[in-house]
């Protein structure tokens, strides 16, 4: 899971600019949409935040402004998903089932051809289950993840390379492109994702894909729980996502043409009413559950 951005100083300027706009607009209860720069209204009133909705049809982006700080998010991450490096102290956001992440990467290859030998960066890996299933598969995973118990978590656990930033990958003596990119339940903790997306690309080779998951704002629980839902009551969490927002942020970090994907996917945890639930909620938009493939180009280089 990702703390912060790689770019701590363009972070500090981009939350004073956050904070003048909270003086500026939070008491007449609108705000500057960061992604498309449209008007936003205050949507939901959370302990830590304020999360805000942008008006513009073709945008409707939510955010939490103001966004905790980087000390703030480094106290949450280490109280809330990684208390210890030996997995001893319970967790309270855990990571994918297994079975789930196996359930995608089969369907993956399913749609993609085999995916043995690729090159995988798992950005914002974690502890690693992603790429701990990725290499069960015969793909050749490299980790990206900026939190320091995560990441030794991943590397001894796993044994492949993990990096704090995409700084650090760049300055390794390594082929720098990847086949595939995942963004596993992360695009949402990202402090400009757009931004940080021109900056994958980079390591897409041509022709390679990218892989995003992340919540739906659309979905039955959301509209339910309001801002009790998880999604929403994370402070780890600074984006929260439609598909239409999703698909904008993806276009703005450089990928023209996001497809929606729907993998089936069997919770283990769900029994057949809450299964016959789930599927008719994906089969009508509504699942708790985004995930987005982009195609880079064979034709692009940068
Ligand atoms: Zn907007």
Request: charged share 20%; aromatic share 8%; net charge positive.
């Amino acid at each position: 899971m990702f703390v912060g951005s790689p770019q701590s100083g363009s972070n500090t300027s981009l939350r004073m600019s956050e904070r003048e706009f909270h003086r500026e607009h939070g008491r007449i209860g609108t705000m500057i949409c960061p992604l498309c720069r449209g008007k936003a209204v205050r949507h939901l009133p959370l302990p830590h935040t304020t999360i805000w909705r942008c008006r513009a049809s073709h945008c409707g982006l939510e955010f939490a402004s103001p966004q905790v700080s980087d000390d703030e998010l480094r106290r949450i991450y280490t109280a809330t998903y990684y208390p210890s490096i030996d997995n001893s102290r319970p967790v309270k956001y855990g990571a994918t089932p297994d079975s789930v992440l196996r359930q995608v990467l089969l369907q993956l290859e399913a749609s993609l051809g085999s995916l043995k030998g690729l090159r995988l960066l798992d950005y914002g890996c974690g502890r690693g289950p992603l790429s701990r299933i990725a290499l069960e598969l015969g793909l050749v995973p490299v980790g990206m993840e900026p939190d320091p118990v995560a990441r030794s978590i991943s590397k001894a656990s796993l044994g492949m390379p993990v990096y704090a930033s995409l700084e650090e990958l760049r300055s390794q003596d390594l082929p720098a492109q990847f086949d595939l990119v995942i963004l596993w339940n992360v695009i949402e903790h990202l402090r400009q994702p757009w931004s940080e997306l021109q900056e994958i690309r980079r390591f897409l080779r041509p022709g390679g894909r990218l892989l995003v998951s992340t919540m739906n704002t659309r979905c039955l629980r959301a509209r339910i729980e309001s801002q009790r839902w998880e999604s929403y009551s994370n402070p780890t969490h600074l984006y929260y996502f439609d598909s239409g927002s999703l698909e904008r942020v993806l276009r703005c970090g450089g990928f023209h043409t996001p497809q929606e994907w729907k993998p089936k996917i069997r919770y283990p945890h769900h029994g057949a009413v809450r299964r016959c639930l789930y599927e008719l909620s994906t089969m009508f938009g509504v699942s708790d559950g985004l995930y987005y493939l982009c195609h880079l180009a064979s034709s692009t280089h940068l």
